[in-house]
């Protein structure tokens, strides 16, 4: 479950004062996830994002925003601009009631996601794109107050881990869940033997999947990257794992890996001994969207990708396991 209240609509008409913005103003849900997001119409369209209580602190949402604006003004990554309230906040508390939830307001960007109109998009770009945000945050002085979380094997394999537990997946049979298990013990023993030395473990976007890329298929622009909602410290390859999010047994999965390594290329070398993870890092990825969609069955991708999920994991699973050809690179 994403955690947020049922009415955060209110929450979202609630801070719409501090943008200098009639309560009444028109809104239209744009996604429900962790995060309810909000377009607020009119002459100068905005985006607002209502978050869930208790997955980020203050300085978390400050923190995310802060690299977005970095990123924004001082690489070539396009990501939204970030609108501040009246008053020079980056953050709004609406309050309905007595209960308060995190607002915060972005431009917004003309087009389509990239899950629309994934034949529009250049992965040789997206490669190049994510090259630069690795490199810029190995010298990025960060803010002060910068915290965010990270995803290592504990927060993503782990008893606990932030996106829930991959065996309550609905559709899994126990012979496909011991054939999982037995690809998640080989993915943490993987990630523990690369470690987490700074030419491969630094900040990220962590969620760098197609409907978290704009595009403008009938205008000019490439791609703009959205949503750094869980931006955190990990592997800097978990960010070409998201890119095939939910589409990781397919062909295409493979093609876009290959665009995207050539153009990331480009910008950032990759040792051998990394392209040899892409698999893992794959694996990894699916791992987790798989626990995601147990845990939050009232978000609209969970919601798309409920069915057959499960037991395509456990295809995957097989072969990461058995198949020593699968997604090599090197």
Do not use: K
């Not at 537990?165 to 033997?193: F, I, Y």
Request: include cysteine; proline fraction near 6%.
């Amino acid at each position: 479950m994403s955690g947020l209240p049922p009415d955060h609509q209110r929450y979202a008409r609630a801070a719409l004062p501090a943008y200098g913005r009639d309560p009444d103003s028109e809104l239209c849900l744009l996604s429900l996830s962790e995060n309810a997001t909000y377009l607020v119409t009119g002459d100068e369209p905005m985006v607002l994002r209502v978050h869930r209580p208790g997955y980020h602190s203050l300085d978390g949402i400050r923190s995310e925003l802060s690299w977005m604006t970095a990123l924004r003004t001082q690489t070539p990554v396009a990501t939204p601009e970030l609108i501040p309230a009246r008053d020079g906040r980056d953050v709004v508390a609406a309050l309905v009631g007595e209960h308060m939830l995190h607002v915060d307001a972005v431009t917004f960007i003309e087009g389509c996601t990239a899950e629309e109109r994934p034949e529009a998009v250049g992965f040789d770009e997206l490669g190049r794109l994510c090259a630069h945000m690795h490199s810029h945050v190995q010298s990025w002085s960060m803010p002060e107050y910068f915290s965010r979380f990270r995803w290592d094997v504990e927060a993503t394999l782990g008893p606990a881990a932030r996106w829930g537990n991959w065996r309550e997946a609905p559709g899994l049979t126990s012979d496909g869940a011991a054939a999982v298990e037995r690809a998640a013990a080989q993915v943490a023993t993987a990630l523990a033997e690369f470690g987490q030395e700074s030419d491969r473990f630094g900040l990220i976007h962590a969620d760098l999947r197609m409907a978290n890329l704009m595009i403008n298929p009938g205008g000019r622009g490439g791609i703009t990257v959205i949503d750094f909602d869980d931006c955190g410290w990990s592997w800097y390859l978990a960010d070409l794992g998201a890119v095939v999010s939910f589409i990781e047994h397919t062909p295409e999965a493979e093609r876009m890996i290959a665009g995207w390594l050539r153009g990331y290329r480009e910008v950032r070398p990759l040792p051998g001994g990394h392209l040899d993870m892409i698999p893992t890092f794959v694996m990894l990825r699916r791992l987790m969207l798989t626990a995601w969609v147990a845990s939050h069955a009232d978000a609209d991708a969970a919601i798309a990708f409920t069915d057959g999920f499960a037991p395509g994991t456990v295809d995957l699973a097989e072969r990461y396991l058995t198949d020593p050809g699968w997604m090599r690179y090197v």
